[in-house]
């Protein structure tokens, strides 16, 4: 399904972008001139002026909630897969900045080896890898999305966490 987008200047303001959703309501970020402060609008289908909720939001917030809204479709597909096969899980781990596996390959954690869990993606700021091969180099506020039993999920935050060398 194609999602509208509609963009629209704000002279004197900035830049707003707004979505229409199926449910009716649009659903806009303002992104303001000159300090790079964003605005989550949420307003009417037919009037984006009857704003009827507004959520200020730091560079830091912004990023996260992209961050979130960007992996939740992943995780979600990942989510459907783990509720049709009972015992699968899928978890998302971050790697917090000091991370023993920051500037590492995939490859050096040999986390399917040891724990037969399998990392399916590493989202990174705004951009999702996918499927990522034995190559890819872990960097400080990655988040690995795994998926595999229960016990091995737990070995694999063990792993990442650098409490298992």
Known sequence: MAVRVEK???PGIGTRHDILTGSGRRIGVISRRGGGRRDLVVSDYDDPDACTAQVPLTDDESD???ELLGSSVVLSRLSR???DVE???TEQIALGSGSPWARRRLADTQARTRTRASI???IRDRDVHPSPGPEFVFADGDVVVAVGTREGLDRLVSIL???QA
Do not use: M
Request: proline share 0%; hydrophobic share 60%.
């Open 8 to 10: 629209t200047a704000l």
């Open 64 to 66: 996260t909630l992209a």
């Open 81 to 83: 897969l783990a509720d």
């Open 87 to 89: 015992g699968l899980f």
């Open 120 to 122: 399916v993606a590493v």
């Open 161 to 163: 966490s650098g409490q």
